[in-house]
Structure formats: structure tokens, C-alpha cells
């Protein structure tokens, strides 16, 4: 079974540009989680997609946005960047339908510079 | 979410037992202890998890104490590859709605050859 797969892996944008990002989950996995890892903060949590709905959002600003497609991919935006945004982005997958205590899978991250 | 403490570095010996700690002492009943771990710069990686009893798997083993408030994940044959950042977090096992993780700052464990 394939993993997380996250696109792109490495990204380099100017300050004002927005972004988007890309999240292929484990197959069969319906909930999507997006984090934000920086040095300072650490891994943060973003917001989380289940059947396309958001259901649970991390204290972000607004310029953090995300979707679901009805396949379970997931993507997520960043407007107006800035070079706080610097980070590793990182998607994890699970099957909340699963079993009880049921495991979140992480892919390897998309990198994205801000200059 | 419980929060949980646990010490900011530990060496380990390659080929030793590595034992690292995290105290969880405001766990909640239905709260599952997850342990999952980072080599730099990748996706974080799932080792184990428990509820209450002890569990082992091919990675590690975890022992939970009996008032659930602290544990204990051993890789009981460290290698050079198993230095890593080490997040212990306790989190609701409901079915649905919580999947949201909250990290803490971890332990950095270092192999020594």
C-alpha cells in the first residue's frame, strides 16, 4: 500500500504569492491533517478534512485555507506569504472508521522557503 | 488533549536498550498514549500506541504504569538509525471527530557508536 504523498516536496516563493500544496493520503484513509513544523513553534496543528468537511481548525490566520476532494486528496493554501510561513508543511492520513485509537500516517513533507 | 513531559535529550549506547520516559499525569480515561518519532526533516514516523496494558510490536515496547500516569517506550536493540526526535502524546481514541495531535518539544535521543 502506498503511503502519505505530498507534492511538492521543495518550494521556494516570494513574499505576497500564495501557494498551494498537495496531499495524496493512504488509500481508504478519509481524514486528512495538515501541520506546520518551524523551528520555533514546532509542529503545529492546521486543520483537519473528513468527507470534504472541515472539522477541527488549529489557531492559524485566515490565509491558511484548505480543501478536500471527494477522492480524499487534500490541498492547502496559503495566501499573501510571509516569511514567518518558512516551514515544513506536513499532511498525515488516517482511517477514523477504523478501530479505536486508530493511527495517523505522516508523509515526508513539503518544504517551502518564503523570500 | 493531556499534556505530557518528557526529557529534552537522552544518549543511548548502540546495541543497549533504550528506555525514554513521558509522564502523562492528567491522562484521562479514554485518552490512548501514541508514540511516534522524527529522524531530521522527514514525516514524523508511528512506533506504538496503548491504552492501558503494555504493548509490543516489531519497533518497540511500551509499558504503560498501572495509574496510567507515566510510560515507557524501550527500543530494546538501538541502532545508529534509531537517533531521532521522540514525540510521546496522548490523545481521545474516539472513532470520530479528535484526530488532532499536539506535539510536544520531545526527546532527542542520540545513538552513540
Known amino acids: 500500500k502506498a503511503g502519505v504523498t505530498q507534492t511538492p516536496r521543495y518550494l521556494i516563493k516570494t513574499r505576497g504569492q500564495q501557494v498551494t500544496l498537495s496531499c495524496s493520503p493512504i488509500?481508504?484513509?478519509?481524514?486528512v491533517s495538515w501541520y506546520q513544523q518551524t523551528p520555533g513553534q514546532g509542529l503545529q496543528f492546521l486543520f483537519e478534512y473528513f468527507s470534504e468537511t472541515q472539522r477541527n481548525k488549529g489557531n492559524f490566520p485566515g490565509r491558511f485555507s484548505g480543501r478536500q476532494f471527494s477522492n480524499s486528496r487534500s490541498e492547502m493554501n496559503v495566501s499573501t506569504l510571509e516569511l514567518g510561513d518558512s516551514a515544513l508543511y506536513l499532511c498525515?492520513?488516517?482511517?477514523?472508521?477504523?478501530?479505536?485509537?486508530?493511527?495517523?500516517?505522516f508523509g515526508a513533507g513539503t518544504r517551502l522557503s518564503v523570500l | 488533549d493531556a499534556k505530557t513531559t518528557q526529557p529534552t535529550s537522552m544518549d543511548c549506547a548502540e546495541g543497549r536498550a533504550a528506555n525514554l520516559p513521558c509522564n502523562h499525569s492528567t491522562i484521562s480515561g479514554n485518552e490512548y498514549v501514541y508514540w511516534y518519532r522524527q529522524i531530521h526533516s522527514q514525516g514524523p514516523q508511528y512506533i506504538i500506541h496503548?491504552?492501558?496494558n503494555n504493548e509490543t510490536n516489531e519497533m518497540a515496547s511500551l509499558i504503560i504504569t498501572e495509574d496510567r500516569k507515566s510510560s515507557t517506550l524501550i527500543l530494546p536493540h538501538a541502532t545508529l538509525r534509531d537517533t531521532a526526535v521522540y514525540y510521546c502524546i496522548v490523545r481521545e481514541g474516539s472513532n470520530f471527530g479528535n484526530e488532532k495531535l499536539t506535539f510536544g518539544t520531545g526527546t532527542r535521543l542520540t545513538i552513540i557508536p
Open positions: 488509500s481508504g484513509h478519509r481524514s
Open positions: 496503548g491504552l492501558k
Open positions: 498525515a492520513s488516517s482511517n477514523p472508521l477504523g478501530t479505536l485509537g486508530n493511527i495517523q500516517y
